[in-house]
């Protein structure tokens, strides 16, 4: 059970490694469309995400730090999710419904994260074992 474990975090880890790498190379598409969404200071905002989900990302996959790891890519979610999708704001049937899958993905990862921390630490196979 270990090993899946490890294939487990490796890709959910992925996924926030991924997103970050986004953040970084698409800032100024990112910026745009957070402003779109009312964001002030929205070029900060997609930077510090970025850190958020890189730092959190790192943690997941490496077995660092988990709880810190986990309440990171928490504090990335939560007010992302109710800002940049706020699908009950949408009055185009489509945009609604793009926007409601994001929100209720992005509310099934923060319920992911958060049973993570009924996970004993330290995780197995962390890198500093």
């Given at each position: 059970m270990d090993i899946l474990f490890l294939i487990g975090r490796l890709i959910f880890g992925g996924?926030?490694?991924m997103n970050a790498?986004?953040?970084?190379k698409n800032i100024e598409g990112l910026t745009g469309y957070a402003t779109s969404k009312g964001?002030?200071?929205a070029r900060a905002g997609v930077f510090v995400s970025g850190v958020l989900l890189l730092l959190g990302?790192?943690?997941v996959v490496f077995g660092v730090a988990p709880e810190a790891s986990l309440a990171l890519l928490i504090i990335f979610l939560v007010?992302?999710?109710f800002m940049m999708h706020a699908f009950w704001k949408q009055t185009d049937p489509n945009a609604r419904m793009m926007e409601r899958i994001a929100f209720m993905k992005n509310?099934?990862?923060v319920a992911a994260l958060l049973m993570m921390y009924a996970i004993p630490v330290p995780w197995v196979y962390n890198?500093?074992?």
């Open positions: 996924y926030f490694l790498w986004n953040h970084f964001v002030s200071s990302g790192l943690g007010p992302v999710t509310m099934a990862l890198v500093l074992q």
